[in-house]
């Protein structure tokens, strides 16, 4: 399906060196899009950036720190210089980090007793983890859209699409910051709906469910490519038996973003887990 409305827009997609977000570059540079993709690591940019244009599209690559409002707006006047201003702004950098997830599923008695180096138990969680969970997800959305939606207020089509979680829904074991944090953007998805609403700005988030990508695979398959524990009660948990790959993003990415399919949703958090968030377990 062509979406003629992306044609010539200019997206801008923060951690668009990454797996997923490098994917929504790909698909809008491939309906006619103008690409700006921004990431902490310039190199991974670049190398999305040279696959566009290769493949023929138009797309820049910019080193930027989503936490530094100087660093974003430095970032903001290459992108209008060499693209234009921003019409799709897709808030993607975030992530985890290792001192804001705890070892085992449930504290276990005796835990706080034995106090095992290899063990990290609620008590042991770093508050300096959670901060950066926090910041990178929730204070990098804030930030970015404070420096992009300022050209974006009253243009037509105007729309920010955020990428939340389906641990926004139901928090997973072993990762309290990340699911706490994801929740938060889903949250403040909905207020920016309600705040730009008069502007002409439409705010909408993509939930990914469990996802295979290089970045997770020793995280969801043993080394002989079986699943491992966790894997098993993922699949187990999900009605379509599978994980995720990139291209099921596609669809509800360009569907959000193109206003004559989308002109009237804003506000709405888009789960993509093959029913995971829909299932009880029984």
């Not at 007793?113 to 008590?123: G, M």
Request: aromatic share 8%; net charge negative; with cysteine.
């Amino acid at each position: 399906m062509t979406y003629e409305n992306l044609k010539d827009k200019v997206a801008v997609i923060t951690g668009g060196g990454g797996v997923l977000c490098g994917g929504f570059a790909r698909d809008l540079a491939a309906q006619g899009a103008k690409v700006a993709i921004l990431d902490l690591r310039e190199e991974a940019a670049q190398a999305v950036a040279d696959d566009i244009t290769a493949a023929g599209g138009c797309a820049i690559a910019v080193g930027v720190n989503v936490l530094e409002a100087e660093s974003l707006e430095a970032a903001r006047q290459r992108v209008n210089a060499a693209l234009g201003t921003c019409d799709i702004l897709i808030n993607g950098a975030g992530g985890n980090s290792p001192k804001g997830t705890t070892t085992k599923e449930a504290y276990e008695p005796g835990d706080l007793e034995a106090a095992a180096a290899d063990v990290k138990t609620f008590f042991d969680l770093d508050p300096s983890g959670i901060q950066f969970v926090f910041n990178l997800n929730i204070l990098g959305t804030l930030l970015t859209t404070q420096c992009f939606a300022k050209d974006m207020v009253n243009k037509e089509s105007s729309t920010i699409l955020n990428v939340s979680s389906m641990n926004a829904f139901t928090p997973l074991t072993k990762i309290p910051a990340y699911s706490a944090a994801k929740a938060g953007v889903s949250n403040f998805t909905q207020w920016l709906a309600v705040h730009f609403a008069d502007a002409g700005i439409r705010v909408n988030a993509i939930a990914p469910g469990f996802f295979s990508t290089n970045q997770n695979k020793t995280l969801l398959y043993n080394e002989d490519g079986s699943l491992t524990p966790r894997s098993n009660k993922i699949i187990s948990h999900t009605p379509l038996r599978r994980f995720g790959v990139p291209a099921d993003l596609t669809g509800a990415l360009l569907f959000l973003c193109d206003e004559s399919q989308s002109g009237f949703i804003t506000g709405v958090i888009l789960p993509v887990d093959g029913g995971f968030s829909a299932y009880s377990g029984v």
